[in-house]
């Protein structure tokens, strides 16, 4: 199970009931560095990705920013 939480105010995004590495979600394909900063275990067979919910994404919305 994949669950995504805000990484600014730890409020839950969502859940997915596949691995981390399932190629719909493209998270295999990012540069190990990103896998690190951004995937977690937190549990056997449990993974968190910490991303920005739209609640903390900054305001105005900036297209040069990394995590957009």
Same mark, same amino acid.
């Given at each position: 199970m994949v669950v995504y939480r805000c990484r600014h105010c730890g409020r839950m995004i969502g859940e997915y009931a596949g691995s981390w590495d399932d190629p719909l979600l493209g998270l295999a394909q990012l540069p190990s560095e990103d896998q690190d900063a951004l995937i977690t275990c937190i549990a056997p067979g449990q993974t968190q990705v910490s991303i920005l919910c739209?609640?903390?994404? $900054?305001? $105005? /919305?900036?297209?040069?920013?990394? /995590?957009?």
């Open positions: 739209e609640h903390c994404l $900054p305001v $105005p /919305y900036d297209e040069g920013l990394w /995590y957009n």
